[in-house]
């Protein structure tokens, strides 16, 4: 089945622990992003990826990282959380940058 | 910003009508797309539309495109009550914007039964 795929789902931490969110696709997408959103705001690109190697900001990058080194894993990195990174997240992929995207279940984080 | 506007923000009808909602953007775009969401789930591609198209069909759905005005309308006819969610316009940037997707704040739709 085709499916992009967030781990984990529910995740409650603590200001300033490092953490990762998982993004994995098996559909051989070349284009991965993500997302947050907030109630108001939305939904916001925060970075995305056109290929293995390359990563791009979206509109709010700041305190998130991003790796792609292979092509079906698009990890988002929270190195030092705060609670403004508290929000619903979601990973996407696409076959290129002209297609529709595919949508991740979403991943509830919570940082106190 | 290329930014997708929905309207209207909220929408309520009867089961059986037909529910438009209206997405305007600034900029030029390469293609425009249009997205469900149920409540806290991950959103469901419904449609794309390139900007050299002006109408485009998908069963229900029929989503019109005038880059003079930069605008799109989606129309889901005949809506069920399983039609509830929000819905997202989504313009693709063209140029150095390739790679940005912007979603709008979305139009709830609930269907009454």
């Known amino acids: 089945e085709a499916q992009v795929t967030q781990n984990p789902r529910y995740l409650i931490t603590v200001t300033g622990k490092k953490l990762t969110v998982t993004c994995s696709q098996n559909?051989?997408?070349?284009?991965m992003s993500w997302y947050r959103q907030d109630p108001g705001l939305g939904l916001r690109q925060i970075y995305y990826?056109?290929?293995?190697?390359?990563?791009d900001k979206g509109d709010v990058p700041e305190g998130y990282k991003v790796s792609r080194k292979e092509k079906r894993n698009f990890p988002l990195i929270l190195e030092s959380p705060s609670p403004n990174q508290t929000s619903l997240y979601f990973c996407?992929?696409?076959?290129?940058?002209?297609?529709?995207?595919?949508f991740g279940p979403g991943t509830r984080l919570t940082v106190l | 910003s290329q930014q997708g506007e929905e309207d209207p923000q909220a929408l309520s009808i009867q089961e059986g009508e037909n529910a438009t909602m209206n997405c305007s953007y600034k900029?030029?775009?390469?293609?425009l797309q249009w997205y469900r969401q149920n409540s806290g789930r991950g959103l469901v591609h419904l449609i794309l539309?390139?900007?050299?198209?002006r109408e485009k069909h998908s069963g229900r759905l029929r989503v019109t495109l005038d880059t003079s005005k930069k605008s799109s309308s989606l129309l889901i006819t005949a809506s069920r009550a399983a039609d509830t969610a929000s819905y997202f316009c989504?313009?693709?940037?063209?140029?150095?914007?390739?790679?940005?997707?912007?979603f709008g704040q979305g139009t709830t739709l609930q269907v009454k039964p």
């Open positions: 559909m051989n997408h070349e284009y």
């Open positions: 539309i390139r900007s050299n198209e």
């Open positions: 996407a992929s696409s076959f290129d940058w002209t297609s529709g995207e595919f």
């Open positions: 900029t030029s775009i390469n293609n």
């Open positions: 990826s056109m290929n293995v190697e390359v990563t």
């Open positions: 989504a313009p693709r940037g063209g140029g150095g914007n390739t790679g940005k997707l912007i």
